[in-house]
Structure formats: structure tokens, C-alpha cells
């Protein structure tokens, strides 16, 4: 987030409301600065809303695949205790919680985490800053001249239109944040035709004072009636089921907008992009391949012979999980990797001269 001068006001938008938005959302309002949040999905929390639904492809591996943001699963626990996981001035017990608390212990179910986030939003009256199911789509400096503006994305090696001095202005509701118009932009090839005066500019200067965000509001639901999707797609009978399922799953958009802020804060975290291991083949394997972000517990793996991929916190979850009573798999295996390490040139730890991998059967 770019630095906000001491003692200056200013509109700010902080994309994502989970815990890190929230929490800098609630900070740069004690401030006295104007805050708008942008949160794709329904509710606050992030990472910590859960939803029982899955990615389409439960691999993960497509890149066209329709996606959830949640990886939660319904018995998941915490790995931190909860004074850890606490806000400054807003302690996680459930003493502050206003009633919220459902699981007092040290390390809670993943709905206690949630609750906490909702109880910090209402707390501080966070949520009418939310514009919740709106996804932000890019955000680019904007300058006070057309000239200045490319050389703004110049900078950034940016081949789209650049917007200068031409956004109309306008309230924008509770928030605060200003609508804006656009009403002209210049074309240019910022690989090749920005001059050197322009590329000696540099993003903190005052060539380029704000920054224009576009985001698209949506709406979970069917984007038309299924009969009516699968005759326009020629779909057939057998495949009608297949086809409103998925079509059930697509946002349908509401409307484009385009903002102007002083400022941006993201807060979107790294914890919804599923991170895959290198191993030859597994785009090819045909059987059931279920990636940790799409694991919703252990029932679907009842009776069969089960391999987990890597022994972090995920994995040996998931092995506690899948040794329920009444839901034990068949056959587990735990595979563990020991990369090579090399230490620097200053460090006095002995190096590791090969790797190793084991695999643990239970």
C-alpha cells in the first residue's frame, strides 16, 4: 500500500474483507481516512468462510476450472492458539465476542475463527464499508495529465489505455469513494513509444496522484433457466442435469465500475490458489486425485487405497481425518520429500548431501 502522508486524509480502498482487510480497514479509519472494501464473496472472514462446494475439477489442475475461494473443511482446527491469532484491541475470547463463541478451547474449529471475524467487523462498524460479491478486476495509477499517466504505465510496461485528466466525479453512497466517468483515454504502446523524460518518472512522484480501480459486482445463481442454457448450447437430455448443475455455479454479473482512490491496500492473502507438487503423470492418472483445497473430509475416501502428497499441515490433517473411527481408509500412504540443502557461505550448519524420500504406511 502506497505511504499516506502524516496529518492528510485519504480515500483508500482495501481489497479482500478477511482478517488482514478488516484489520487495516479499522485501523486507517481511526485515522480519519475514507475506506471503501472490496470482497468477492458473501460474508467477511476470507479464507475462513467456508463453502461446501468444491472447484469443478477437484484436482485443481485446469486452468478453466470454476473455483471457490474457501479451502475449509467442517473439522478443521486451528494450528495457532487462539491469543496468537488475536487483533490488538479486540481479544479473541469468547467473552468479546457477543455471543458468538461456540468452541471456547485454545485451538478452535475454523468457525470460531469466523465468528471472531464477523464479531471484529460488526464491533466496529466495518460493514457498511463492504461492498460485498464485488471483485476487483485491476487497478492502475492515474495522473493528473495524459502524458504523466503513460509514463505511469510506461513504467509498469503496460499495453492498455491510459486514463489522465477525464474522471468525472461523484459521490458514491455511504462509502464515501468516488464514482468515476470515463470520458476519453489515450492509446499508446508504453514498450516503445514513451520518451525518456516520461520513463525517468517515477510512480511516487507526483505524476501519479491516484489510482483507478475497476471491479464488477455479482451475484452467486444461474445465469438463465437450465432448459433454456442447455437448448442454446444444443445440449442434450442426458447432459441437461450436467449442464444447469455447472451453470448454478456461474456468477451472474451485474455491472462494471470504475473508482478513483488516493490509495490501495490488498489484502487478498495466498490461500486460495491451490499449490501443486511436481510428480510425472499426475495430469494423466485417471483415478480420483483430490487436491487439499478441494478436501471436504474423509467420507468419499472410505475403503480405498489412499496416497497423501506431502506432510505439512494439510497432509497430516488429512491423515488424522481419514483415521476416523468409521471412516478409515483401506490402505494410507504418507509420502514425505527431504530436499537437497545447501547452506550459504556464512552459515555453520553441516550441508545435506542427498535427498531423501519416505513413505510411512498405516
Not at 487497478?139 to 504523466?148: H, N, R
Request: proline content about 6%; overall charge negative.
Amino acid at each position: 500500500m502506497p505511504e499516506i502522508n502524516q496529518g492528510r486524509k485519504a480515500n483508500v480502498a482495501v481489497i479482500g474483507a478477511g482478517p488482514a482487510g478488516l484489520i487495516v480497514a479499522h485501523e486507517l479509519l481511526k485515522e480519519g481516512h475514507a475506506v471503501t472494501i472490496f470482497e468477492a464473496g458473501n460474508g467477511v472472514g476470507g479464507a475462513w468462510l467456508f463453502d461446501s462446494s468444491t472447484d469443478s475439477d477437484l484436482s485443481a489442475l485446469l486452468p478453466n476450472r470454476t473455483k471457490v475461494h474457501s479451502s475449509m473443511y467442517p473439522d478443521l482446527r486451528t494450528n495457532l492458539p487462539r491469543h496468537v491469532m488475536t487483533f490488538l484491541d479486540f481479544p479473541f475470547l469468547p467473552s468479546a465476542m457477543a455471543g458468538r463463541s461456540h468452541d471456547p478451547r485454545k485451538y478452535p474449529l475454523h468457525t470460531e475463527v469466523q465468528a471472531y471475524c464477523e464479531a471484529f467487523a460488526d464491533a466496529f462498524g466495518l460493514r457498511g464499508c463492504i461492498n460485498f460479491n464485488t471483485k476487483v478486476l485491476r487497478v492502475d495509477p492515474v495522473s493528473t495529465t495524459a502524458s504523466a499517466a503513460a509514463a505511469c504505465y510506461g513504467l509498469l510496461n503496460c499495453n492498455a489505455p491510459c486514463l489522465g485528466a477525464c474522471c468525472s466525479s461523484s459521490s458514491n453512497g455511504h462509502n464515501g469513494s468516488s464514482s468515476c466517468t470515463i470520458q476519453q483515454a489515450t492509446q499508446h504502446s508504453c514498450s516503445s513509444t514513451v520518451d525518456s523524460e516520461l520513463q525517468s518518472a517515477t510512480l511516487s512522484s507526483s505524476s501519479c496522484l491516484q489510482w483507478r480501480l475497476i471491479a464488477e459486482t455479482c451475484r452467486p445463481g444461474a445465469v438463465a433457466s437450465a432448459p433454456d442454457a442447455a437448448a442454446a448450447a444444443g445440449v442434450g437430455a442426458e447432459e441437461h442435469d450436467a449442464a444447469a448443475d455447472e451453470q448454478q455455479r456461474q456468477p451472474v454479473t451485474l455491472n462494471q465500475q470504475v473508482y478513483v482512490f488516493d490509495t490501495v491496500a490488498s489484502c487478498v492473502g495466498n490461500f486460495s490458489e491451490p499449490n501443486h507438487p511436481q510428480v510425472q503423470g499426475m495430469d494423466s492418472w485417471p483415478g480420483l486425485q483430490v487436491h487439499c483445497h478441494n478436501y471436504r473430509g474423509p467420507e468419499q475416501f472410505k475403503g480405498l487405497r489412499v496416497m497423501v502428497v506431502g506432510a505439512s499441515f494439510s497432509g497430516a490433517w488429512a491423515v488424522l481425518h481419514l483415521h476416523y473411527p468409521g471412516q478409515t481408509a483401506e490402505q494410507l500412504l504418507l509420502t514425505v520429500e527431504i530436499k537437497q540443502h545447501q547452506p550459504s557461505a556464512d552459515s555453520h550448519a553441516k550441508p545435506m548431501h542427498k535427498s531423501m524420500r519416505q513413505v510411512y504406511v498405516a
